[in-house]
Structure formats: C-alpha cells, structure tokens
C-alpha cells in the first residue's frame, strides 16, 4: 500500500481520500478550511502539515489557481502532484511548467465520474503527462478510477474531459428544453422519458440511420458530408421551426436560437448542399 497526500476535501476530494482508505493506503489530507478534514481524520486519515506535505500529492480544487494558492512558495524536490481539478487546457500547461520549476512532476487528469461514482465499475479518468511517472503510481490512482492515458501533452487530459462536458451538458440542455417544452401540452416528464432515451442510445449506437456520433465522427475523419438525402438546408429550415415551437410555448431560446444561427451561417456559407456534418467547418472558423 502506498503514501497519498490528498488536497482539497470537497466532495470529490473527501470521495478519493475515503476510497483510497477503504482500500488500504495511507492518507493524508490537506483543506484551506482545516475543519473539512475531520471526518476524514475520524476514519484514519493523518493531517497533512501543509498542502505539498508527501512525495504523492492527489489535488482536487475548483481551479489551479487554487492549487497555486496552497503549495504557496513551497519547493517540490521529486514530489509528484496529480492534479484531477477543472481549468483550460493552456493553464494546465502552464502548471506543468510552474511544477517542474519547483523540482516536482505534475500529472493531469480529469475525472469522468461525479463523487459517488469514485472506486465503483464503470468510473474513468483522463490522465496525460509523462508516462513512466504514472505508471509508478498506477496501482493507487485505480483504487479511484480505471486510468485513461491519452498522451504526454498535460493539455490533453483536459481537452478530452471538456470534450465529455460539451457533450453531456449541451445534450442535457436540450432534454431540459424538451420537457419543458412538452410540459406545456400536458406531456409529463416521465411520459417523454423513453423517447429521450431511444433517441440517446440511438445516436451512440454503431449502426442505423440514426447513429450519428459515428456517422459524424467518420465524415470529419475523411472531410466528406453528403447531403442528398438530408441537406443542412433542410435541416436548418426544422430547426427554425423548433425554435418557433419553442417560443409558441414560452420557452426560453437563447441556445436554440444559437444553434439554428450556426446551422443558418454554414449554409450562408454555401454549404447547404451538404449533410448536417457540415456545421463543424462553421465551428472550425469562428
């Protein structure tokens, strides 16, 4: 069993310091507001004296902001910080370097699970950093998640995580919009429940007419969007009709109405001719 520093004890902090207990390790733990580490302590936990206290630093705080707020001025000689905490790809870069200028390595990551997901099947973290340093300490990180590399670029991990957001709180968005849209017509939630859902597993599946996360995913790979069947113009023309439904039913509009300016932009464009894979060269030219 190994020797883990665990900063930040908010809840997904306090989830992996608990995890990592139940599975054996040594924790210490390290909050800016110190009373966040009593429950911890009261299940075996040791008090880190400060927030680079320990040769293997997990942190998990808002911002790595934070992170630099914590460690302070203090040298990190052959440590190694495993930093699980949200922030831009170029910022997290840039806390590689700052890292490795106090004599440690940083390793980033981001966490596919909410809290109560940690240690359980089925939970995954994006790593990227220096691969060799997180194979030393892989036998710890997996009592928290399976380990995903996705290379030496410590941007990368981070890219991969907002990558997973964009998609699940932007799909999400649009369920909200859809039920709430139908909860004006007397269709409760719970009704529309397993159309949504049809339609989820549908677009993730890896065959049918309606397996679009593949069938996009492919025509960006070859840089090719037929359209003669299901043109972006036609496309464009539906969604305007859904925002219309929208406002028919006092919905708020202001993402919908972005969307249907995007689909309307690429056909201006000129490419309205094409499928709706299109849309991501409008993306890929602000």
Known sequence: MSDVTIVGLGPMGSAMAETLLAAGHRVKVWNRTASKAEPLLAKGAG????AADGDLLVVSQISYQAMYDSIGDARLDGKVLVN???DSPERLRAAARWVAGRGGTLITGGIMVPPPGIGQPGAYTFYSG???VLDQHATTLEALSEITYVGEDE???MMYYQA??????SSLTSHMHAMAMLRTAGVSPLEFLPFAQETFTQLGSDD???AYAKILAEEFEAETYPGEQNS????????GHVVEALEEAGMETT????????????????????????VIESIRKP
């Open 84 to 86: 699980l905490s949200s």
């Open 130 to 132: 220096p691969k060799d």
């Open 255 to 278: 993402v919908p109405n972005a969307l249907k300016r995007l689909f309307e932009r690429a056909d201006a464009e000129g490419r309205g001719h094409e499928g709706l894979g299109t």
């Open 232 to 239: 972006l113009r036609m496309q464009a023309v539906g969604l």
């Open 47 to 50: 008090q880190a004296a400060t």
């Open 208 to 210: 049918g007419p309606m």
């Open 155 to 157: 941007g990368l991990a």
């Open 164 to 169: 997973q957001l964009l998609i699940f709180w």
